[in-house]
């Protein structure tokens, strides 16, 4: 599966914010590392998501390359991601924390395919 237009990637807090502003619609942020096979395993399913829920803007942070970003959202284990209504509720302790894409993505009622 391509990777969809709605997917981007982010480093610092500002990228985050300009991309989140950018979205018409719920934002989700994805923490991932390279070495993390759950990460892996979630990446098809994300994808899956973004498509999906064509409205939502994805926002993948690798933990390795932005440790101060996930340090900010508590992040402990990977995959982690953060599911918000928009960019206002993009913070944390006001975005809602899913441990997989397929959580998020009953959480944004998005369409399964197959």
Known sequence: MPRPNNIHQA???KEVEAIAKASPGPVVLDFVAKGCSGCRTDAPRVREL???CASATVIKVDVD????LADAWGV???PTLFVAENAAQLQPGKAAEYKNAEEAM????CPRKG
């Open 76 to 78: 402990k284990y990977m």
């Open 65 to 68: 390359q932005a440790s101060k």
């Open 106 to 109: 009953a959480a944004l009622r």
């Open 11 to 13: 480093k610092t807090a």
């Open 50 to 52: 973004a498509a999906a």
